[in-house]
């Protein structure tokens, strides 16, 4: 069994409880042979500003390009809010994205049945929700030059970013929601603001001629983001794969996520090129962030963090049944009613972190067997 070099940066916040229990599975995991994983640590962040004064050094960027993949747990907190921009700790994360040219961002957004009644909308609606965000993650408003704020006068100032997209990026990331498309159910809808906005005409002109070149199978449609905003919460099963660019992937990707109850559920997988020996670099992290207020009080929710690893497996590895097999160990572990603080209702008992983590690995190891 080929060994897999996988670098863990835990972060900020919860993010290190997280982590701790994804350890433990890769742990149990290895122990039954289902793969062998040899884990570095390393830090991001806060974690990496306290220390080394950057919110990541460059020594941790090549450990990274080395790795066959990379799990990070959160970045951020009011701690570090008032330093300037560039050495947020958000800025680690980004540079990661941007060295390990990690382009295109998938989050699903799945409605588990044990928590239907999670969400704030009805159970008829999102029940058997099955959607795919797939988000362009290195163009775009967040990267785009010139930005800056300018003092303009008169006690005046002027805040300014620039959207802007190439052909060619646009065309990369499609590539991906067409190609993963192929595996679901044949149906793309490509979100942006091609009314008023050039980089939007743009971006729906390459969709759609690689759309027609390339994948004549797939059936695409096209949507205005704020339409788009909005049939989430009017309809959200008329979605398969949602194809978008940096910012609106942002936004409607949180909006999908708290369709299903709640953030700390949802996995999120950046993917790179594949070079050429078959590898793509991929970083795999959970959506909620790194909730401060709850951390080092054993309240976290590790199953997002968990899913990130099963989609690691999935699409750095090509590991669908050990995938499959951490998913299903989640689903049956909710299914006989344990919830963390954020999942439960309000007459319900909720678990630790640890708690959820332990009982995860117990359900694999029942599904596993001897």
Known sequence: MDKIKLLILPGDGIGPEAVDEVKKIIDFLNKKNCFSIIVEEDLVG????????????????????????????????????????EQRPEQGLLKLRSDLELFANLRPAISFEPLIHASSLKPEIIKDLNILIIRELTGGVYFG????????????????????????????VARVAFELAKNRKKVVTSVEKSNVMESGKLWKEEVTKLGKKDYPEIDLNHMYADNCAMQLIRQPKQFDIILTDNLFGDILSDAAAMLTGSLGMLPS????????????AGMYEPVHGSAPDISGQDKANPIAMI???AMMLKYSFDMNEESDLIEKAVQNVLSKGLRTLDIKQKDEKHVSTKEMGAAIIQELDTLIGN
Do not use: H
């Not at 997988?269 to 793509?280: E, I, K, N, P, Q």
């Open 46 to 85: 806060g974690a990496c500003l306290d220390k080394n004064k950057v919110p990541i050094k460059e020594e941790t960027i090549e450990k990274a390009k080395k790795s066959d993949a990379v799990l990070l747990g959160a970045v951020g907190g009011p701690k570090w809010d008032n330093l300037p921009f």
């Open 269 to 280: 997988a950046s993917l790179g090129a594949v070079d050429s020996t078959g590898r793509r």
């Open 307 to 309: 899913m990130s690893f």
């Open 145 to 172: 030059e010139p930005r800056g704020i300018e003092d303009i006068g008169n006690g005046n100032k002027k805040g300014f970013n620039t959207q802007v997209y190439t052909s060619e990026e646009i065309k990369r």
